[in-house]
């Protein structure tokens, strides 16, 4: 173990939205840490001063409206003040699915990830869509519009670097999408307990130069299907 | 005495004790309906089930600490949840799903709610409001009697075939429906027959409990004169009597698809996952107040006595404890925020949680104001309460966190949530339990706990739990997952592993260390200090009675005169004034007594 | 006399709890060895006067081709398979021998009741595949899961006259369970593995038999009398055919199964969709 595992720094993050997440992230980690500081310090200070000593008498004191209405105040507007921050980036991360997003589908079952592409043609449903296991694929700088299906139990997509987490839900399709900045491989995990094999639902997310996706996807849909 | 002149005296006693005739010993300690018995009879069965959660935890941390490796002793446990293997007995997956979820549930239903709600509730509503008992001494007898075979269903679950409850203490839906996902057949079903059992025991003790302080308080013991342990186990009954129905709903509808083929949760008949979710945790946030509600009053208590000073701000304690009750019921999506609900919805329930965040602020600020200027004694309740405060301020703050909507994708079902739960949970209610048994045990056995070895044992305790659960925020920030088997399956998270081994040797060290805590309890019942009425010199009424008190509690109905905080008050020689002691001149402005229209004994109020 | 009342009332519910926490604690245990009291008993087939059943099942028209297994998700399986590893629903041999047939009297034995014999059979897993697809046993008798590839593998059991289980297996181990009651046929998957698939077939006395890939089926030391055999499948369904033993003689068995008998209802266990292993789960199998 090392002093860096105790480190509150996030690990990287490599999409469009990640620097907005890690922002409201270590603005709130400032805000806490001064207010902890602040409060645990005071406390173990009153320890200090104010234990019991031989003689000596507390203050018969029922405490102060004024102050009560400042702090509290102050906490609410501090409050209030994250909230507002955060929403603008939640509606962009979970509802703005950007136009133009590359779609594949994603279906979740216990205990794989079956990742459905459009093909050649372009278009999802159509008999030229091929399907990898565990895997997703992708293009850096171009946006992914997953729709997150699952089978039998609730599992979730995590994308840790991508910032990117939804619980899938049988019956339901979810929009996911991320739009990668980095090339690289990165981590698939399934974040929702889902039974006996929930700690195998590992995968990868290969973010690929624009010419090596195309590559990729080529030589998959041309990959001689299973046989019915 | 004869069962009718019997009946004479118990009349001519206007309401005093009731001790003259023999209790069957069956009567006075099995089938108790008096409430210090019956609130002793809550606190021996949940200790009980403090250790089991705790060896369960235990397991649960070797695993991860030492993954997939034989775990020592385990070759007694059967086949079915630990693999016999040529190097010893493996932990099985679906053993460790299991542990996840009995340990959360065994932990929630039978250890800390019992513990602050059926012993603390019991104990002081009727003593603190100058009642004999509570308004149904045999309704209350009815209450402990279901949670007992609620918790022995509880532990028959893991002999059956297929184990217990393997789906998380949340229970959702699909996962929970079926073996087919979980392995876990009649197991499930039995974790549902004993919390809908529970869950009769606590509604029928928060029926208890309301009729008690509204009906039976003392004269002049007027609602802004209870002491803020009584009142923060009012709110929670406010809220057991309103959440806990929803749960028994849940969970029958789905025992019902479990087992008669019933759609409300199974998507694959039409049913809808998320009902589950939201049914669950629409009971679920009210419950987590449930377990803090209580912690909090105690802290009060404590923290003003051994600070020899009044509560800074009562009322606004008292308004605090209401607005956090009350906003307690519109935040239950922050739960689900990722479960695929509308994203909309996401918004207003971080803003309605972000709310909720400022009535704990304002309970924690004004704590720091009780020990503004006081005049602080360390005994081990006032080490445990101050404890309370300190966890508390980590647990809420970093609830903060995962209140932003877009912070939370990150964080949920992580390590990180983990730790915020346990510094509530154990850093929160665990240390104010400690603090309320340590506090009260001179109360409810006539002696004091030992001094030393419980300053040892806090001591201990404190350094140790944080030592496990601290580091579990950075777990959940590198994106450790939660109820995960084994996390070395995943290549990010092998780094993880150190971490994970200190917390797990820390954590075999905490729990050890709780040796120390159930050594001085038992040896101080027996052989502990004698105390007197009001060892703690305090103000409340439950210290006017002997320790312990008799059937009855109060020799004559008590007279309240003024709050329960009058600590070092100039109107006293001494640094306490009870609620009961009469007044020494006529009205003044804190003796709580009004200005008088004439009476002809002035002192009554 | 309110005391006694208490009393009797006190004894009552004392008595009920411990009955309850008595009886409620059993229920474990169809995962240890779960034949074996009978010993080896005396077969009640007295063997001077038993005859005998054999022959062959075939299939006949083109047989459709396996589906493939895509195991590049486990490596350490992938790597155990030096050809493209696939199905194993429809195996014929070359003489046109159809394989993984489950071939047992169906009718004919009640009147007896047969030893549980105390060898176990052996169900493998390995290379993420089940060895053998089709496996045969007696109620009561043990059957051993083995790991031997030391991954985690799981067990899911969905019978529809015994018990259900789901169990796991995470390295290189072997568990002992065994079926009460007799059912065709109990199917099985791995969720870690969805491409996994196996039946067991459980009958209450000796005479079954699981065809290779040539075919052939025996049925060994029958009493004399009339019985009715069943060939089950699990695409093409069951075929039945009625014999009649005599002393010293092999009557002759003959199945012929062929391609259009795959729109068959196949009772009891669903055959498994390999392409789609989860559909098996839309039948209630409360």
């Not at chain 1, 946006?143 to 979730?156: C, E, F, G």
């Not at chain 2, 405060?389 to 809420?396: E, L, N, T, W």
């Not at chain 2, 109107?571 to 009205?587: H, I, K, N, V, Y």
């Not at chain 3, 969805?194 to 067991?200: F, K, R």
Request: hydrophobic residues 45%; aromatic residues 12%.
């Amino acid at each position: 173990m090392t002093w860096s595992d105790w480190s509150w720094v996030l690990p990287e993050a490599f999409s469009t939205f990640s620097d907005d997440v890690d922002m409201i992230y270590y603005v709130i980690l400032w805000v806490t840490g001064i207010i902890f500081v602040i409060t645990e310090g005071v406390l173990i200070y009153f320890l200090v001063r104010y234990r019991h000593k031989e003689g000596r008498k507390a203050t018969y004191d029922h405490g102060s409206s004024k102050l009560e209405i400042v702090w509290t105040t102050a906490t609410l507007v501090v409050c209030l003040a994250l909230g507002i921050v955060s929403k603008g980036v939640w509606d962009t991360m979970k509802i703005d699915v950007p136009e133009g997003a590359m779609e594949i589908i994603v279906t979740a079952q216990q205990f794989e990830w079956h990742v459905t592409y459009p093909g050649p043609d372009g278009a999802l449903g159509t008999a030229d869509d091929f399907e990898v296991l565990n895997q997703i694929h992708a293009a850096v700088d171009e946006p992914v519009w997953i729709h997150l299906r699952a089978t039998d139990v609730l599992h979730s997509l995590f994308l840790p670097e991508m910032r990117v987490k939804q619980d899938a839900v049988p019956g339901k399709d979810i929009p996911v999408w991320f739009e990668a900045t980095a090339t690289g491989e990165y981590t698939i995990g399934c974040a929702e307990l889902c039974g006996i094999g929930h700690t195998t639902m590992n995968g990868t997310l290969t973010i690929h130069t624009a010419a090596d996706f195309q590559a990729w996807a080529t030589a998959q849909a041309q990959r001689p299907r299973p046989r019915p | 005495m004869s069962t009718t002149e019997k009946d004479i005296a118990s009349a001519v006693d206007a309401g005093g004790q009731h001790d003259h005739h023999e209790i069957p010993w069956i009567r006075k300690y099995v089938f108790a309906t008096d409430h210090k018995m019956i609130a002793k009879q809550f606190m021996f069965v949940s200790l009980f089930f403090l250790v089991v959660g705790g060896a369960l935890a235990g397991m649960m941390r070797f695993q991860l600490g030492f993954p997939g490796q034989p775990m020592p002793g385990a070759g007694i446990l059967p086949d079915a949840m630990m693999a016999p293997t040529p190097n010893g007995a493996i932990m099985l997956p679906e053993f460790y799903n299991s542990l996840v979820t009995m340990h959360g549930t065994i932990m929630i239903f039978f250890a800390i709610m019992p513990l602050l709600v059926g012993l603390f509730g019991n104990l002081l509503i009727p003593l603190q409001i100058g009642a004999e008992d509570m308004a149904f001494p045999r309704l209350n007898m009815a209450s402990f009697w279901l949670a007992v075979p609620a918790g022995m269903l509880m532990l028959a679950s893991f002999a059956v075939e297929g184990g217990a409850a393997g789906a998380g203490w949340t229970s959702y839906a699909p996962l929970s429906t079926s073996g087919e996902w979980t392995g876990v057949y009649l197991g499930q079903q039995l974790w549902l027959v004993s919390l809908t059992i529970l869950g009769f025991s606590s509604l029928i003790g928060a029926v208890n409990y309301i009729t008690t302080v509204i009906n039976l308080r003392a004269p002049g013991m007027t609602w802004f004169r209870i002491p803020l342990a009584t009142w923060s186990l009012f709110v929670t009954a406010v809220l057991i009597l309103l959440a806990i129905p929803i749960l028994a709903g849940a969970l029958i509808m789905l025992l019902f698809d479990q087992t008669i083929g019933t759609g409300f949760f199974r998507p694959e008949v039409g049913g809808e996952p998320l009902l589950w979710q939201h049914l669950f945790w629409f009971f679920g946030h009210p419950e987590v107040y449930i377990l803090i509600l209580p912690a909090m009053g105690i802290t009060s208590e404590v923290l003003s006595n051994r600070a020899r000073k009044p509560i800074f701000g009562y009322h606004s304690m008292v308004l605090a404890l209401i607005s956090i009750g009350f906003l307690g019921w519109i935040v239950w999506g922050h739960h689900m925020f990722q479960s695929g609900m509308n994203p909309l919805l996401g918004t207003s329930f971080m803003i309605s949680t972000m709310a909720i965040a400022v009535p704990s602020a304002i309970k924690t600020f004004n704590w720091l104001g009780t020990l503004w200027k006081a005049d602080i004694h360390f005994d081990v309740p006032m080490l445990h309460a101050l404890s309370f405060v300190s966890m508390f301020i980590i647990g809420g703050l970093s609830g903060i966190f995962m209140a932003s909507t877009p912070v939370d994708i990150y964080i949920h079902d992580t390590y990180f949530i983990v730790a915020h739960l346990h510094y509530v949970l154990f850093g929160g209610s665990l240390f104010a339990i400690f603090a309320g048994i340590t506090y009260w045990f001179p109360k409810m056995f006539g002696r004091m706990m030992n001094e030393p070895l419980g300053k040892v044992h806090f001591v201990l305790t404190f350094i140790f739990y944080n030592l496990v659960f601290f580091p579990m925020h950075n777990l959940g920030l590198q994106g450790m997952m939660r109820r995960i088997y084994d996390f070395t399956q995943y290549d990010f998270l092998q780094p993880l592993q150190p971490m994970n081994q200190f917390i797990t040797l820390f954590a075999f060290a905490l729990i050890t260390t709780q040796l120390l805590f159930v050594f001085n309890f038992f040896w101080s019942i027996f052989k502990g200090e004698k105390a007197g009425n009001n060892p703690w010199k305090s103000n409340t009424l439950e210290w006017t009675v002997p320790s312990p008190p008799p059937h009855g509690n109060f020799a004559e109905m008590p007279t309240v005169f003024r709050g329960p905080y009058e600590y070092s008050s100039p109107e006293s020689d001494d640094d306490f004034l009870p609620q009961t002691t009469p007044p020494r001149e006529g009205p003044g402005p804190s003796s709580g007594v009004p200005e008088p229209t004439p009476t002809p004994e002035g002192a009554e109020a | 006399m309110i005391d006694r009342l208490w009393k009797a009332r006190g004894v009552a519910v004392i008595t009920a709890l411990l009955l309850a926490v008595g009886c409620g604690g059993e229920g474990g245990g169809s995962d240890a060895s779960g034949g074996g009291d009978s010993g080896p008993a005396a077969s009640p087939v007295d063997a001077a006067t038993a005859g005998h059943a054999s022959g062959m099942v075939t299939f006949s028209g083109m047989a459709p081709a396996n589906a493939e297994i895509d195991m590049s998700t486990e490596d350490v399986c992938a790597a155990k398979h030096s050809m493209t590893p696939t199905q194993e629903t429809v195996v014929v041999g070359d003489g046109g021998g159809l394989a993984n047939v489950f071939v047992y009297v169906k009718e004919g034995l009640e009147s007896l009741d047969f030893p549980t014999p105390t060898q176990a059979v052996v169900l493998d897993q390995d290379g993420c595949e089940y060895t053998p697809h089709v496996l045969g046993v007696q109620t009561g008798q043990d059957y051993t899961l083995k790991n031997s590839d030391g991954i985690l593998h799981n067990i899911n059991a969905s019978p529809t006259e015994n018990r259900g289980f789901n169990v796991s297996q995470p390295v290189v181990m072997e568990t002992n369970r065994s079926f009460p009651t007799a059912e065709i046929m109990v199917p099985l998957i791995c969720n870690v593995h969805g491409w996994m698939n196996a039946y067991i077939g459980v009958v209450d006395h000796p005479y079954f038999s699981v065809t290779g890939p040539d075919g052939s089926a025996s049925l060994q030391g029958l009493p004399p009398g009339d019985y009715v055999v069943e060939a089950w499948h699990e695409l093409y369904g069951t075929l039945t055919q009625n014999i009649t033993i005599v002393t010293g003689e092999t009557a002759e068995l003959s199945f012929e199964f062929n391609a259009d008998m795959s729109a068959a209802h196949v009772p009891l266990g669903d055959p498994i969709d390999p392409m789609h292993p989860e559909s098996h789960r839309t039948v209630d199998h409360q």
